[in-house]
């Protein structure tokens, strides 16, 4: 068995982290426990070692970062709470040696680093985007760490690119991404040569090769080529066979698929699983059996199979109802 947390987009006074057990064979979800006090709880990572869990409070203006240590019996002891030092912090990204987090503060374009032990870092960048209603300015929506915390990459979705920092943010360079893209979430090769970027408002994958003058490789549609509808990316994930990556659309309500030649980083398009109303975010399981959504608009996760052939996902095997859920992610 395997401990899932997931945070729902729900008020202080609701229970909006909860913990469920998952079976790896069968692919059931039980709920165990959960607790409120976050007002909208709507991003998740940990501190495995420690049993500590961290959250964003995803507030429209002062937003905060709040640490919980999790006892074996899945009760919580609240750490601390701090500042997230910007607006509508969405997303958190603990570095690997346990040493800080990267916060990403949506709304303002806050970049922040809490630093346990060194440093804080904060920064802001000027400019605006292609988009006329979604990059009037910066919109910092995620983070991911390179080289066991030697550097990180920053998605900036509102000023289309990627920002690149080395040895302790004393250095920083842009990847700059086609305009009016949108850069959302990111997921990372195992060599960390190539990065695959969840691009929202183009409905795109990019991948990326990174080195010394990183480029884009290729940019493929997370649509069928006949839907005419709205539509938005939003979270995306690299099987950890690296055969397979999954990329979610909130409007077309589906998650495709795609084959990785990891031979030539280049994406093949499988098809389209659909799914329930605004998958906003969606995990992988540990044994690469299941992908588990998160679909907001439904209020509910659903569990479907991976064909561990084709890469391609079944239909949804389970479900569960759960207000708005946001973040799914696998405590152990």
């Avoid at 970062?65 to 997230?84: G, I, M």
């Avoid at 990059?135 to 983070?143: A, G, K, V």
């Avoid at 920053?154 to 893209?181: E, M, Q």
């Avoid at 994958?205 to 990174?210: A, G, P, S, Y």
Wanted: net charge negative; hydrophobic share 35%.
């Amino acid at each position: 068995m395997h401990t899932l947390v997931i945070g729902s987009r729900v008020h202080a006074d609701k229970q909006g982290i909860n913990f469920f057990s998952f079976d790896e064979h069968t692919g059931a979800l039980q709920h165990l426990s959960g607790f409120g006090g976050v007002e909208y709880p709507n991003f998740q990572c940990f501190d495995r070692e420690k049993r500590i869990l961290y959250t964003v409070s995803e507030t429209e203006t002062d937003g905060h970062v709040y640490a919980y240590r999790v006892s074996p019996a899945l009760t919580c002891e609240k750490l601390f709470c701090v500042p997230s030092q910007g607006d509508s912090p969405c997303h958190l990204a603990l570095e690997p040696t346990g040493k800080g987090l990267a916060v990403a503060n949506y709304a303002d374009g806050v970049f922040t680093f809490l630093g346990f032990g060194r440093p804080d870092f904060i920064e802001t960048f000027p400019g605006k985007g292609k988009h006329p209603n979604r990059q009037q300015s910066s919109h910092i929506h995620s983070s991911l760490w390179l080289e066991a915390g030697k550097s990180l990459l920053v998605a900036d979705l509102g000023l289309d690119r990627i920002i690149w920092y080395t040895d302790s943010f004393t250095r920083k360079h842009y990847i700059t991404v086609p305009a009016g893209t949108g850069p959302r979430h990111l997921a990372l090769s195992l060599d960390q040569g190539t990065l695959f970027v969840a691009s929202e408002l183009s409905n795109e994958v990019l991948v990326i090769q990174l080195g010394p003058e990183p480029s884009v490789v290729q940019t493929i549609s997370t649509l069928p080529a006949d839907f005419l509808g709205e539509n938005t990316v939003a979270d995306i994930h690299l099987s950890s066979d690296q055969r397979f990556l999954y990329c979610s659309n909130r409007g077309h309500n589906s998650i495709a698929m795609y084959a990785l030649d990891l031979s030539t980083s280049s994406l093949t398009l499988l098809g389209h699983c659909m799914v329930e109303q605004e998958p906003r975010n969606f995990c992988i399981s540990p044994s690469d059996s299941f992908v588990l959504v998160g679909n907001a608009g439904s209020n509910s996760v659903t569990v479907h199979v991976i064909d561990q052939i084709t890469g391609l996902l079944s239909s949804a095997m389970h479900r569960i109802e759960l207000i708005e859920p946001v973040c799914l992610t696998f405590f152990d």
